[in-house]
Every structure is written in C-alpha cells, then in structure tokens.
C-alpha cells in the first residue's frame, strides 16, 4: 500500500489466523456493501465456530511468548504500526468512505485518530509499574505488578471501523495479550487492511487474529465459552452488551462494555453562540451523526433558543450531502437500509407528536442509504428520538429556562457517556458538568474523544474506560505480593 490509490482487489478479504491468511471452515462469504452506491464491493470469509477455535489456538500459542516480550520490544513494533498507518492514511480514508459512507473528511480525520492509539500506547507499553509499600502493621512488604489478563476478544462496531479496532488492540498489545478482533460485517475491510500492516509491522504470528462472520452470536459464545479467553472488550449497543455480558458472566470473564449514548447538548442564554454552533456542528454531523459520541439532544435556554435554531439549521441545510468518496461531500449515506428506515421513523414520530422540521426531514429519494441533514423544533418530551440514540444526522432541539431544569433534562436518560454544555460562565459550567450523570464532558467543545484521555460512560453506557493509562490497565490484572526482608 505505498501509493495513495486505492485497489480494492489489494485488500486481504480472508481470515488472519495464526499469521496466515485462511479460508473459512465452510466457504462460505459475507458481501460488503457500498452504502452510497448499494453495489458490492467485495466478498469477505464467513468465519464459523471452528475457525473461532482456530483462533483461540492461534492467541493461546503465541501468549507466552508476546507476555515475555520486552515492554520496549512491544512498545517499537506499535510506533511502527503508527508510522505505517500514516504512510497509508490516505488509502485507508478511501478505504473507510466507501465500506462504511462516512465523508473523505470524516474518513481522513479518523485514520489519524486511530493511529494515535499505536503511537500513545506504543508510549505506555514501558510504564506499566508496579507498587510497593510497607503493610500498615509494620508485619510485611506488599508487591503489586500488573500482568497481562491474557486472551482477549475485541468486537467492534461499523461506525469507526479503524478507530474502535485500534484502540483495543493497541492496550492489548502494549499490556501483552493476544487477541481476537471481530469486526462488523459492515465494514470488514478496514480491519483486515489494518492485520496487514500489523504483520508488516512485526506483530508475531497469532498475537492478532481477525475474524469476520454473519453468525456472531455462535462464534462470540464459542470464544467466551473457551476458558483460555480471560477478557472481552466490546463497543457496541446496549442491548448487545448486554446479552455478552451475561455470557461474559458464565466464566467470570473481565469485561470492558463502551456502550450507547444518548448525549444532551446544553446551550445557556450567556454561551458563546458562534462557538455554540461550530460545537454543534461537529457534536452532531461528525460522521453524520452515526457515532455514539454525537449530540442526541439538543436542550437550549429560551433567550437563546430561536438564534441557536435559526443558525444551526442553515448550516445544516447548507451542508453537501453525496457520496462519502467525493471530494466535497460533508455528509455521506447511512450505513445500510435498515439505519435509514431506523432514522425516518424517529423523526415521523417526532413529527406526528407536534415537532416542527426546520430543514430536511426525509430520505432523499435517490440511490443510496442517504437521509437528510435534519432540525426539529418543538419537540415533545415523549418523541421518541429523544429517548433513543438517533445515530442519523438529526437534530432534535427542546428549549428549557432554568439550570436546575437543563441538569433534570439532560440526566433523564438510562445513558450517560457524553454531554456537551456551552456557556461563558466557568464557574456555571463546571456546577453542571459536576451534576450531569455521564462520564465525559465537553465544556465549550464540540470534541471530547483523545487517546491520551479516558472515554467510557457511566449507567448504561458501559463499564471500564478506552484511551489514556486507564486503558492500558484494562488489559492487566494486579497481582499482589506479601514478603519480608
């Protein structure tokens, strides 16, 4: 992958096991579909219960070894994997606008996300210490080293195909476990263009197998069930999450669950509104809304509310909505039919129950799993899009009047990883980050995602925490040590 175009035909399309690139048990493939186009791209093995074992054998060969591996050894093969992602970011864009619809732009600045979490944990992979200290009662030393948890699967979601992918491998690696990564059907080719560069970035045999299949419920449950896998990472919905859990729960297995959202954006009467907007526009449109970081629900306070309104649907409507892969494009497709149909109902309902559309409001009518950049206004507090996440470019907005009624609004959700709240009045601000259930905050930013910083929810988003040190230590176990000397 040296030049910058891209050759479809050039993607590795079959299971990586072991190192080597294999066919299915069965044969059988999964059609990777152009969202923008409804056209097939390419076919990709169909992975089945033997070849999961297949995989677990292969993570299970290679874990003693890459445990033993030196933290600086582990640490110089993930900057390479960093530096390879970048020499191919501009194919791998390509590659993630046409599988998965998301704008060239969009595609671009998630390469450059993803490759951040080889090149911070290719950082971390040395500083995995450990404690020691004298036990209160002056009787022993106690000794904490962190050890790898061992084989862990990693299953990912379509939205982010190489983020989400990279920011479980690069922990799992620097901490020293093998691992088995399931992607999405939906986008199963970033995935395996990223196995190819960890091979050529000198990851050993086994240390990462991929495996794509349409019967995940069968192929998870099989690794689950295998007592050699010690720890599951999903990013995913809740109700998925929820089914692994209970699996999980079988064999006591350590879990890490980055699960939906339903995320407020809070704008107060004093906020910037220039920068409110700019927020709400990245907060919303990044990916076309199909992130579980976007901004859900829109909660203004009224003397700022028609402004707000007013400015962010023309920004909307003025957005260029196409082909993710074309130069230009600010909004692509959904990722399939089933998104489309998912989103058009949200807003129907809201509809039908008084919403007013400011801008858009239905699918366009064209080839393609598009819909239209959208903004409703008086929206009731019993529309569905206010309950569940949108994931489609909509913005619902609701107006509210005092502090202690934007915190009840924005807490009253079963979710709470983001929020985003705007106003010129710090002190204002951090008050109702501290009162907002949720486990990041974006005060006066539309982006809250960094690999050097913690990401994960609290209530029903999830358990555990992505990026930062945090992450790192979700792929260890603390083994503790009592002596005298």
Request: proline residues 4%; contains cysteine; negative net charge.
């Amino acid at each position: 992958m040296a030049s910058t175009e891209l050759n479809i035909a050039s993607i590795p399309t079959d299971l990586f096991i072991g190192g080597a690139w294999r066919a299915s048990a069965t044969g059988k493939r999964i059609d990777v579909i152009d969202p923008a186009t409804e056209s097939r791209l390419a076919s990709v093995a169909d992975a089945s219960v033997e070849d999961a074992i297949q995989a677990v054998d292969a993570a299970d060969k290679a874990a003693k070894d890459w445990a033993k591996t030196a933290p600086r050894v582990r640490s110089d093969i993930l900057r390479r994997c960093y530096d390879l992602m970048i020499r191919d970011a501009e194919k791998l864009a390509k590659l993630i606008s046409l599988e998965n619809g998301k704008s060239l732009t969009d595609a671009k600045g998630e390469v450059a996300y993803a490759a951040e979490f080889f090149r911070w944990y290719a950082e971390e992979a040395v500083r995995i210490n450990g404690e020691i200290s004298i036990a209160p009662s002056g009787m022993a030393r106690t000794l904490v080293q962190y050890q790898p948890v061992g084989i862990s699967l990693l299953i990912t979601p379509w939205n982010f195909p190489a983020a989400m992918a990279t920011r479980k491998i690069g922990p799992a690696l620097a901490a020293g476990c093998t691992c088995i990564l399931k992607p999405a059907t939906e986008t199963p080719l970033t995935a395996y263009a990223i196995a190819a560069l960890l091979a050529e970035a000198g990851v050993p045999a086994g240390v990462v197998n991929v495996l794509t299949t349409s019967t995940a419920g069968k192929v998870s449950n099989a690794i689950l069930e295998d007592p050699r896998v010690r720890k599951l990472s999903f990013t995913g919905s809740t109700e998925v999450g929820r089914i692994l859990l209970r699996k999980a729960a079988d064999s006591v297995i350590n879990c890490s669950m980055e699960l939906g959202g339903n995320a407020p954006f809070v704008v107060f009467d004093d906020a910037d509104m220039d920068a409110a907007i700019e927020g709400a526009m990245i907060a919303k449109m990044r990916n076309g809304g199909e992130a579980c970081t976007a901004a859900n629900r829109f909660y203004v306070q009224r003397g700022a509310a028609a402004e707000f309104s007013r400015r962010l649907a023309e920004r909307i409507a003025a957005l260029v909505v196409d082909d993710g892969i074309k130069p230009g494009t600010q909004c692509g497709p959904l990722v399939n039919k089933a998104a489309v149909e998912k989103v058009a109902s949200l807003v129907d309902d809201a509809v039908a129950k008084g919403a007013k559309v400011l801008t858009g409001g239905k699918a366009p009518g064209r080839v393609g799993y598009f819909f239209q950049p959208t903004v409703l206004t008086d929206v009731s507090s019993d529309a569905d899009l206010l309950g569940e996440e949108i994931f489609g470019p909509v913005a619902p907005i609701v107006v509210f009047d005092t502090e202690a009624q934007a915190v009840e609004l924005a807490n009253a959700t079963e979710y709470g990883l983001v929020a985003y709240i705007y106003t010129s009045d710090l002190a204002r601000g951090l008050r109702v980050s501290e009162m907002v259930e949720s486990g990041m905050i974006a005060l006066n930013r539309g982006l809250v995602s960094d690999p050097a910083a913690p990401f994960g929810g609290v209530k029903q988003s999830g358990l555990g925490r992505e990026g930062a040190h945090h992450g790192l230590l979700e792929f260890t176990e603390a083994k503790y040590i009592s002596t005298n000397w």
